[in-house]
């Protein structure tokens, strides 16, 4: 397959691009300024807030937006998720959007991520951005789309292959915890990518 991964030097990114790597697929590498890549990934520059970085990749198989913006600038996560979707709308490319948890319901509750008390202040901006890109793809009917929340905590952790999916509420533990490694996180991805099971849907992961 033909995957190009916007936000590849990210921490996420990054884990998605080394497993699309190991299992042979060619990856178009984005970022927007000259940054160490996996080796083996094809680099390029671009903006995934910009239609002239995403029109070139109608002869990809899926397209991986893992942007992450900076404190202050939240809004460039909408920006960037409804550049990739109205730009690829009408094409055979799939378009995956690595999001956030604020939309998730917190087990034993009617409550969302967002809407819990435990989430600190300096987590609200981005919480509310990546409830405003959840709601930019449900309106979404023209592109391939999944959207994937990722559960309330990632770590650094190894990557185990083991996860287990979920659909619109956290996956925890039987502590109760909400985790998984992004190395982890990128096999569920790359799983969904070759596989897909969720055309038009959100689904989520978790230990």
Same mark, same amino acid.
Do not use: K, N, Q, Y
């Given at each position: 397959m033909r995957i190009a991964v916007? #936000? @590849?030097a990210g921490s996420i990114g990054s884990a998605i691009v080394t497993e699309a790597l190991a299992r042979g697929h060619h990856v178009t590498a984005i970022v927007r300024t000259p940054r160490p890549l996996p080796p083996?990934?094809?680099?390029?520059?671009?903006?995934?807030?910009?239609?002239?970085?995403?029109?070139?990749?109608?002869?990809?198989?899926?397209?991986? #937006? @893992?942007?992450?913006?900076p404190h202050g600038e939240e809004s460039a996560l909408l920006h960037a998720t409804d550049t990739l979707l109205s730009t690829l709308a009408g094409t055979n490319v799939r378009c995956m959007i690595i999001g956030g948890a604020a939309t998730l319901r917190i087990p034993g509750t009617p409550r969302t991520v967002l809407h819990s008390p435990h989430v600190h202040d300096s987590f609200r901006a981005i919480a509310e951005a990546c409830a405003a890109q959840h709601s930019r793809c449900l309106d979404e009917s023209r592109t391939d789309w999944t959207y994937v929340s990722p559960p309330a905590v990632l770590t650094t952790g190894p990557r185990t292959g083991r996860y287990r999916l979920g659909a619109d509420e956290l996956v925890v533990d039987p502590?109760?915890?909400?985790?998984i490694s992004m190395a982890d996180l990128a096999v569920a991805v790359l799983d969904e990518a070759e596989r897909p099971k969720h055309t038009r849907a959100r689904w989520t992961v978790g230990y």
């Open positions: 916007f #936000g @590849a083996g990934a094809e680099p390029r520059i671009g903006d995934a807030t910009d239609p002239a970085s995403v029109a070139p990749l109608t002869d990809h198989d899926v397209v991986i #937006g @893992a942007t992450r913006p502590a109760g915890d909400s985790t």
